[in-house]
């Protein structure tokens, strides 16, 4: 069956400019995460959507960061006003708990 | 605060020799630990995972190995392929609704 899918693949986008990454979860999954990576390191948890309860957003790194879970399906992660240091691959990963994750491809971001 | 790490940030090993990747934890409380493989330019994939009442667990050619005196995570591939090539992360599952994942380690077979 198909797995969880993220557009675009790669953007590229100017200071200051706002994006929006998208993430198309397994269908039935309940668990949503958004985690950021940046180059050679590790995974950075961002935001956390269960079912109907009210998001965990305790990752987002600034206010700039947001996301939305429209349906109790797709996400889009927006980041306004985007900086340099905000280059790096978004995952998505959706699951049952947060013991059972999988994960899409990822965006690959830079912002110039 | 608690967090996940790991010893050797790459590990080189000969094609048909096992590799052995390691992981320290710190949270004593966390009770369920994965093992991810990321391949270059995907997500992580799920490897094997370990529950806190386990030693040890096998899979396909893989076993994690967890010592809770020393809170450390191991994951042994037997019989290294070129598609093992990768980076392995571990991770860990306490309080909170997220996991908490280590740094990675990259490993690289030699045909």
């Known amino acids: 069956g198909a797995g969880v899918s993220q557009s675009p693949s790669n953007k590229v986008t100017e200071k200051g400019k706002d994006v929006e990454l998208r993430c198309d979860p397994i269908?039935?999954?309940?668990?949503l995460y958004w985690y950021r990576q940046s180059l050679g390191q590790g995974l950075e948890f961002l935001i956390y959507?269960?079912?109907?309860?009210?998001?965990?957003k305790s990752g987002l790194p600034s206010d700039r960061f947001s996301a939305e879970r429209t349906g109790g399906s797709v996400s889009t992660l927006t980041i306004q006003r985007t900086q340099q240091e905000d280059s790096a691959v978004y995952l998505c990963?959706?699951?049952?708990?947060?013991?059972?994750?999988?994960f899409g491809p990822g965006t690959r971001l830079l912002v110039l | 605060g608690e967090s996940v790490g790991l010893h050797l940030p790459t590990l080189s090993v000969q094609e048909g020799d096992n590799s052995i990747i390691n992981c320290a934890y710190s949270?004593?409380?966390?009770?369920?630990f994965i093992w991810y493989k990321q391949e270059s330019g995907k997500g992580p994939q799920f490897i094997i995972d370990?529950?806190?009442?386990?030693d040890k667990r096998q899979g396909q050619r893989v076993t994690v190995l967890l010592n809770k005196t020393v809170k450390h995570l191991s994951l042994q591939i037997a019989a290294t392929q070129p598609g093992d090539s990768a980076v392995y992360f571990c991770?860990?599952?306490?309080?909170?609704?997220?996991?908490?994942f280590g740094g990675g380690t990259r490993l690289m077979v030699k045909p």
């Open positions: 990963a959706s699951g049952w708990t947060k013991e059972t994750q999988y």
């Open positions: 949270n004593s409380a966390s009770d369920y």
């Open positions: 991770a860990e599952n306490n309080a909170g609704n997220m996991l908490t």
């Open positions: 370990i529950r806190s009442n386990m």
């Open positions: 269908s039935g999954h309940t668990a």
């Open positions: 959507f269960q079912g109907n309860s009210a998001p965990d």
